[in-house]
């Protein structure tokens, strides 16, 4: 029998409202294991070449994990895949909360829906059985409301829901899925591919009781060590204390805080977005299943406190990014997000984007719906928010992403929309540390800021924290050479490796509490699996692998891997003041990067490659 998992993935065929269930063996589980890897098996088999993302051909998976809900802090995250709306590439976005672990005690490691409801429906599964239930009577709700009627509706109150809101059921691009109102998975428009499968919600109810671990005792023990030392391990500590919030003086002090969309890299209003401003409105933490980190944050300034308090992104996406130093304003903006279902990251950049181009005089006051808005504005980003949910005047073509609305709009507007592949990037400037750079140009999804752990804490003695990953020599933030090249590849192995098993960057090595052998143990003691760190950095070099030949069958190439153009210009103040990337040097860190990963000169992993990963499949 299997432990940790199911053996059952189900299957939605959402047009002719039918479902089946896929059952793979022991050796297809541990090729695959969960998140993007699993979902990745079932998009390029089931998803036609270049379909359009917002068709019904486009496939959307659920995917949990062999470890997810096994009770161990960090051990709940779960994936969202299809293509991505933005991109037309890859699409990946990773959400912790509850809902990964209910649907794993509810029977199914994963959900894959195919196709397109007729009309608007939501999914119910419910301690193995499965039922598609009419959503007319929540379509079109916010997400608070969406949620209190589902679970009025099916009389239980211990439901999890994950669901759109209105921004996704209008297939804004940046759209989200949220789960329990406080819990996105916020990157790549998954928002949008539910609304365009008129799918408004997944809901799961389960017994944990259904689990069964191979040595509960082992794993127990494992439990009490874990919190034990996330109570005493600094990083661990200041996380529980503080949030992610903490992020924002440091990118501040670092000079590397992207402001007024990435024109400048520090701003004069930073201390009131930070924790000395913040502090005075939290009210308390929330966390989620069985973690005891409980890094997410409450605030006293927004009426529907479910929704939760904004993060470090959603800080400088509505903050520093459209030069908004009013708290109360950046807060009801991240309320207002989670409400409509919308991703922060990509709004705050295309609104920021929007008030450069009206500083410039490429949008007009009419443009923008009769009054100029401009940097600094926290009435007019909330405005922008609302029309891009609503799809309302500009919002129309704001809700398209910042590449899609620049091309839309013309007259030199392509100029300030920064993207890599047509995914904005989150809030972090590569001219303080390359490595972020490499990231955000590899990433299969389009720019992402958690491609590879950020080099900054592992410089000097912290070198010795990324030992067990054979890196000796400290990853210097500006360089851009073989060290780094080779420091990114391995930090971008263990952060896939979290992906694919469920876990939590905050919880596991190389900076937070679970050490890389203690993480061996939980496996085993959850699956019966002997396995070693070797067995999961080739785990996470499989998942990397699958998303890239996703893309390479939709004609992505080394030209998509490249970095915005003023990331090749100078900071213009602060610590790092003229500090910028040198493109040559970058390229040849790609190119390297290629070379080291056994892909040729155009990002195309080859034939050995591919059988190395037990990936004969794709040859």
Same mark, same amino acid.
């Given at each position: 029998?299997?432990?940790?998992?199911?053996?059952?993935?189900?299957? /939605?065929?959402?047009?002719?409202?039918? !479902?089946?269930?896929?059952?793979?063996?022991?050796? !297809?589980?541990?090729?695959?294991?969960?998140?993007?890897?699993?979902?990745?098996?079932?998009?390029?088999?089931?998803?036609?070449?270049?379909?359009?993302?917002?068709?019904?051909?486009?496939?959307?998976?659920?995917?949990?994990?062999?470890?997810?809900?096994?009770?161990? @802090?960090?051990?709940?995250?779960?994936?969202?895949?299809?293509?991505?709306?933005?991109?037309?590439?890859?699409?990946?976005?990773?959400?912790?909360?509850?809902?990964?672990?209910?649907?794993?005690?509810?029977?199914?490691?994963?959900?894959?829906?195919?196709?397109?409801?007729?009309?608007?429906?939501?999914?119910?599964?419910?301690? #193995?059985?499965?039922?598609?239930?009419?959503?007319?009577? /929540?379509?079109?709700?916010?997400?608070?409301?969406?949620?209190?009627?589902?679970?009025?509706?099916?009389?239980?109150?211990?439901?999890?829901?994950?669901?759109?809101?209105?921004?996704?059921?209008?297939?804004?691009?940046?759209?989200?899925?949220?789960?329990?109102?406080?819990?996105?998975?916020?990157?790549?428009?998954?928002?949008?591919?539910?609304?365009?499968?008129?799918?408004?919600?997944? /809901?799961? =109810?389960?017994?944990?009781?259904?689990?069964?671990?191979?040595?509960?005792?082992?794993?127990?023990?494992?439990?009490?060590?874990?919190?034990? =030392?996330?109570?005493?391990?600094?990083?661990? /500590?200041?996380?529980?204390?503080?949030?992610?919030?903490?992020?924002?003086?440091?990118?501040?002090?670092?000079?590397?805080?992207?402001?007024?969309?990435?024109?400048?890299?520090?701003?004069?209003? +930073?201390?009131?977005?930070?924790?000395?401003?913040?502090?005075?409105?939290?009210?308390?933490?929330?966390?989620?299943?069985?973690?005891?980190?409980?890094?997410?944050?409450?605030?006293?300034?927004?009426?529907?406190?479910?929704?939760?308090?904004?993060?470090?992104?959603?800080?400088?996406?509505?903050?520093?990014?459209? #030069?908004?130093?009013?708290?109360?304003?950046?807060?009801?903006?991240?309320?207002?997000?989670?409400?409509?279902?919308?991703?922060?990251?990509?709004?705050?950049?295309?609104?920021?984007?929007?008030?450069?181009?009206?500083?410039?005089?490429?949008?007009?006051?009419?443009?923008?719906?009769?009054?100029?808005?401009?940097?600094?504005?926290?009435?007019?980003?909330?405005?922008?928010?609302?029309?891009? +949910?609503?799809?309302?005047?500009?919002?129309?073509?704001?809700?398209?992403?910042?590449?899609?609305? +620049?091309?839309?709009? #013309?007259?030199?507007?392509?100029?300030?929309?920064?993207?890599?592949?047509?995914?904005?990037?989150?809030?972090?400037?590569?001219?303080?540390?390359?490595?972020?750079?490499?990231?955000?140009?590899?990433?299969?999804?389009?720019?992402?800021?958690?491609?590879?752990?950020?080099?900054?804490?592992?410089?000097?003695?912290?070198?010795?924290?990324?030992?067990?990953?054979?890196?000796?020599?400290?990853?210097?933030?500006?360089?851009?050479?073989?060290?780094?090249?080779?420091?990114?590849?391995?930090?971008?192995?263990?952060?896939?490796?979290?992906?694919?098993?469920?876990?939590?960057?905050?919880?596991?090595?190389?900076?937070?509490?679970?050490?890389?052998?203690?993480?061996?143990?939980?496996?085993?003691?959850?699956?019966? !699996?002997?396995?070693?760190?070797?067995?999961?950095?080739?785990?996470?070099?499989?998942?990397?692998?699958?998303?890239?030949?996703?893309?390479?069958?939709?004609?992505?190439?080394?030209?998509?891997?490249?970095?915005?153009?003023?990331?090749?210009?100078?900071?213009?103040?602060?610590?790092?003041?003229?500090? @910028?990337?040198?493109?040559?040097?970058?390229?040849?860190?790609?190119?390297?990067?290629?070379?080291?990963? #056994?892909?040729?000169?155009?990002?195309?992993?080859?034939?050995?490659?591919?059988?190395?990963? @037990?990936?004969?499949?794709?040859?």
């Amino acid at each position: 029998m299997p432990f940790g998992y199911n053996g059952k993935i189900l299957i /939605v065929d959402l047009t002719n409202q039918t !479902w089946s269930v896929d059952e793979h063996d022991e050796a !297809w589980y541990r090729t695959y294991w969960g998140g993007g890897a699993l979902a990745s098996w079932y998009m390029l088999k089931h998803i036609p070449p270049k379909a359009d993302p917002l068709d019904p051909d486009n496939v959307l998976v659920f995917a949990a994990s062999v470890l997810c809900g096994s009770g161990l @802090s960090g051990f709940n995250r779960y994936t969202v895949s299809a293509m991505n709306p933005l991109t037309s590439g890859f699409g990946e976005s990773e959400a912790s909360g509850y809902f990964g672990p209910e649907l794993k005690h509810a029977g199914f490691d994963a959900v894959v829906f195919t196709g397109k409801a007729p009309k608007p429906v939501y999914l119910w599964i419910n301690k #193995g059985q499965v039922e598609l239930r009419d959503a007319g009577g /929540v379509w079109g709700l916010e997400n608070a409301p969406a949620l209190d009627a589902i679970r009025e509706e099916l009389g239980d109150k211990k439901v999890r829901i994950a669901s759109i809101g209105p921004a996704g059921e209008k297939m804004v691009r940046l759209a989200c899925v949220i789960n329990e109102l406080a819990h996105a998975n916020g990157r790549c428009g998954m928002g949008a591919v539910m609304g365009s499968k008129n799918l408004k919600a997944v /809901v799961v =109810r389960g017994d944990v009781e259904s689990m069964t671990l191979a040595d509960p005792d082992a794993l127990k023990e494992l439990n009490k060590w874990h919190r034990a =030392r996330i109570g005493e391990h600094m990083p661990s /500590v200041n996380m529980r204390k503080f949030g992610t919030v903490q992020h924002l003086m440091a990118q501040q002090n670092s000079g590397i805080l992207p402001t007024r969309n990435w024109k400048d890299c520090q701003f004069e209003d +930073a201390s009131k977005l930070g924790w000395d401003g913040y502090e005075k409105v939290q009210d308390g933490t929330h966390t989620c299943y069985k973690c005891s980190v409980a890094c997410k944050r409450k605030v006293n300034n927004t009426s529907e406190k479910r929704y939760g308090g904004p993060e470090y992104e959603t800080l400088a996406a509505l903050g520093s990014m459209c #030069g908004v130093g009013d708290l109360d304003a950046v807060c009801k903006g991240h309320e207002r997000c989670n409400a409509l279902g919308l991703d922060t990251v990509g709004t705050g950049a295309v609104v920021a984007m929007a008030m450069e181009l009206a500083e410039k005089g490429i949008l007009t006051a009419e443009d923008l719906g009769g009054r100029a808005i401009t940097f600094g504005d926290g009435p007019g980003m909330l405005e922008l928010v609302e029309k891009i +949910a609503a799809r309302d005047g500009i919002g129309d073509t704001l809700a398209e992403g910042v590449k899609r609305a +620049a091309q839309r709009i #013309g007259k030199g507007a392509e100029e300030y929309a920064f993207h890599v592949k047509g995914q904005e990037p989150a809030f972090h400037d590569p001219r303080g540390k390359t490595g972020v750079g490499l990231g955000f140009a590899l990433s299969p999804t389009g720019a992402d800021h958690i491609e590879a752990p950020h080099e900054v804490p592992f410089q000097g003695e912290g070198v010795k924290l990324v030992n067990p990953l054979g890196i000796f020599v400290a990853p210097q933030a500006l360089d851009n050479g073989p060290d780094k090249v080779r420091y990114f590849i391995a930090g971008e192995k263990t952060w896939a490796m979290n992906n694919t098993l469920g876990l939590c960057n905050f919880v596991v090595a190389p900076l937070f509490s679970m050490t890389y052998d203690k993480l061996t143990q939980a496996v085993e003691a959850i699956t019966g !699996w002997s396995t070693s760190l070797h067995e999961l950095m080739l785990v996470a070099e499989r998942s990397i692998v699958l998303a890239r030949m996703f893309n390479v069958r939709e004609g992505m190439t080394s030209k998509d891997d490249k970095l915005f153009r003023r990331m090749f210009e100078p900071l213009p103040d602060g610590v790092l003041k003229d500090q @910028s990337i040198d493109p040559d040097s970058f390229q040849q860190a790609v190119d390297l990067y290629y070379a080291m990963m #056994g892909w040729d000169a155009n990002g195309v992993p080859s034939k050995g490659t591919l059988y190395r990963l @037990s990936l004969d499949w794709l040859v």
